[in-house]
């Protein structure tokens, strides 16, 4: 059975400062990865979609790695700000597209 | 656009009252899902569907049911509430293509 978990479940780092927020899954058969981004009370916004055949993906200051082979996904945020204080979720899709997802880190960026 | 949009955004049922919770997306997407989000237990699916007229089980279905008549819209019913059913309540879509789900803004249900 797939599990995923992520470390740390709490961040808290001041502003200006580049961070890892780590994913791990024990299925390395996945057919993508995504990273999701949750403020409270909020839904869901999707940042980033890695394809199994992928190892990164961009967008603005945020990198998504994914090493399939290890079982980890790794995304970056560069230069960090106050505005990027949220939860980051990630979450590993079988053929079938069923999400399963990690629990999540809160990440707080003092000003 | 409207996206993936929810219906109620907050409900409070008492025990053994039932409701529907509607789903409804505007992007012409073939799948639709229906998570739950618990504290320490974070997101579980609880129904899916990759079509109309079709829906299957996911990790958490009992006490739920669910329909999809329309393309466009996902219903999650309970039938008699359990205060185990206390949570909020996303629904979400994808392209059968493409396989990156949106996500509606959720329905805070509280069972007393």
């Known amino acids: 059975k797939q599990e995923v978990t992520q470390i740390p479940a709490a961040l808290s780092v001041p502003e200006g400062e580049n961070l890892v927020l780590n994913c791990s899954f024990t299925?390395?058969?996945?057919?993508?990865l995504q990273w999701f981004r949750q403020d409270p009370g909020k839904g869901l916004t999707s940042l980033l979609l890695i394809q199994s055949s992928q190892r990164e993906q961009t967008s603005g200051r945020l990198n998504a790695s994914l090493d399939k082979s290890s079982g980890r996904s790794t995304l970056y945020i560069a230069a960090s700000q106050p505005g990027d204080s949220a939860t980051y979720l990630c979450?590993?899709?079988?053929?079938?597209?069923?999400?399963?997802f990690g629990q999540g880190t809160t990440l707080q960026v003092k000003p | 656009n409207a996206g993936v949009t929810q219906t109620p955004k907050f409900r409070v049922l008492k025990t053994g009252q039932s409701m529907t919770l509607l789903c409804a997306q505007d992007m012409n997407h073939e799948y639709m899902y229906w998570y739950r989000q618990d504290p320490g237990m974070g997101l579980r699916l609880i129904h899916y569907?990759?079509?109309?007229?079709?829906?299957a089980k996911g990790e958490v279905p009992d006490g739920y049911n669910v329909s999809r008549l329309k393309k466009q819209n996902f219903l999650l019913g309970l039938e008699s509430a359990a205060p185990s059913q206390t949570s909020v309540y996303f629904c979400?879509?994808?392209?059968?293509?493409?396989?990156?789900?949106?996500f509606g803004p959720g329905t805070r249900l509280t069972v007393l």
């Open positions: 979450a590993v899709s079988s053929n079938t597209g069923k999400l399963i």
């Open positions: 569907s990759v079509g109309e007229g079709t829906t």
């Open positions: 299925d390395s058969a996945i057919y993508n």
């Open positions: 979400a879509s994808r392209k059968l293509s493409y396989n990156e789900q949106f």
